[in-house]
């Protein structure tokens, strides 16, 4: 095998194991026990807030930073050298988010089809509010990682 072809293959695994230790760390932060009177002290009104303000400082943030700090060390480590390797390291991510989208038609209860696919992705990727930030923390982190990678390229001239 070419030298190439290895390292796209070392880039997309990577990027597979970002999104499952993504989903990992997610249960993990899932776990995490709510204090007793936390929606009492935002009130009835005001649960949608609460919940929202729970999700992003429990598992949106730590998402979003987990996923940055994944991409910057491997940058540090390994390096993705050019365009070819960044879309491999994608390509490993969103196999990954696909396994897991499509883990949910696995019990057989929803046929997969085309517009069920869809309306789960919109369910859970633009559904309730505040879901929203968890939903696309892990993205922005990667998404925020790789700028930074391109940013430090155009620095060094």
């Known amino acids: 095998m070419s030298r190439n072809l290895l390292r796209w293959l070392l880039q997309?695994?990577?990027g597979l194991f970002l999104y499952q230790a993504v989903v990992?760390?997610?249960?993990?932060?899932?776990?995490?026990?709510?204090?007793t009177g936390y929606f009492a002290f935002f009130g009835r009104a005001h649960r949608e807030m609460a919940l929202g303000l729970w999700n992003v400082t429990t598992f949106a943030l730590p998402s979003f930073?987990?996923?940055?700090?994944w991409v910057?060390?491997?940058r540090r480590?390994?390096?993705?050298?050019?365009?070819?390797?960044m879309l491999a390291f994608l390509a490993g991510v969103v196999a990954c988010w696909l396994f897991w989208q499509l883990?949910?038609?696995?019990?057989?209860?929803?046929?997969?089809?085309?517009?069920?696919?869809?309306?789960l992705f919109l369910a859970t990727h633009f559904g309730e509010l505040w879901n929203i930030p968890s939903a696309w923390a892990v993205w922005l982190g990667i998404?925020?990682?790789?700028?930074?990678?391109?940013?430090?390229?155009?620095?060094?001239?």
Not at 65 to 69: P, Q
Not at 79 to 84: A, L, S
Not at 103 to 119: P, Q
């Open 24 to 35: 990992v760390v997610a249960g993990i932060l899932a776990a995490l026990a709510m204090p």
């Open 72 to 74: 910057l060390s491997w």
């Open 143 to 157: 998404g925020v990682g790789l700028w930074f990678r391109r940013r430090a390229r155009q620095v060094k001239g």
């Open 12 to 14: 997309a695994v990577c």
């Open 103 to 119: 883990s949910w038609f696995a019990d057989g209860k929803v046929e997969l089809t085309l517009a069920s696919f869809l309306r």
């Open 65 to 69: 930073l987990f996923a940055l700090g």
């Open 77 to 85: 480590l390994v390096g993705i050298r050019n365009r070819g390797e």
